[in-house]
């Protein structure tokens, strides 16, 4: 007969075990290295979502006629850069998006992923990724968000909705 102790240890480490595997297959199995969407050169189409939905977020646009995010060419920009990186490089940014949109079930009630939540959710998800106290989460999301705010400032309909009339050595 086993004990209870026993039990309970063998217990403790199956759910371990299987959280770990789960957690295998997630990055292994299923964000690892997709297959792009037909209209972009590395982004899968829910990746691509997952971007449009952080630049709706970081860039919400305003009244004052500066675009949206979403609307502003990010995910172009983002599929661009990933395409001018090395492939490993590419694949872990590709991970971080996959992380934060599945991480986000586990903030507040419901399981519902980042893309498909309100501005307002994501919004303050984004905001825990960048005051995280876990040094390593707010460095990676910084990154990310470097490069969205990169592209969403290179924007041409940003530059001219910012009234800023960009030129280098003439060309427009």
């Known amino acids: 007969m086993i004990q209870r102790r026993t039990f309970l240890k063998l217990s403790g480490l199956g759910v371990v075990a299987m959280a770990a595997s789960s957690l295998v297959y997630r990055v292994g199995g299923v964000w690892w290295d997709q297959t792009p969407a037909t209209d972009h050169k590395v982004l899968s189409a829910h990746e691509a979502l997952i971007v449009s ?78 005051g995280s106290l876990i040094a390593v989460r707010r460095s990676a999301f910084m990154s990310l968000k470097f490069i969205l705010a990169s592209g969403y400032c290179e924007d041409p309909a940003v530059l001219r909705a910012a009234g800023i009339e960009f030129t280098c050595g003439g060309m427009a």
């Open 53 to 130: 939905a952080m630049a709706d977020a970081l860039f919400p646009g305003d009244a004052l006629g500066m675009p949206n995010g979403a609307e502003a060419g990010v995910v172009a920009f983002m599929d661009e850069y990933l395409s001018v990186v090395d492939a490993q490089t590419a694949n872990l940014l590709r991970l971080l998006l996959h992380a934060v949109d599945e991480m986000a079930v586990v903030v507040g009630i419901g399981m519902t992923r980042f893309h498909k939540r309100s501005r307002e959710e994501r919004l303050a998800i984004l905001g825990a990724w960048d």
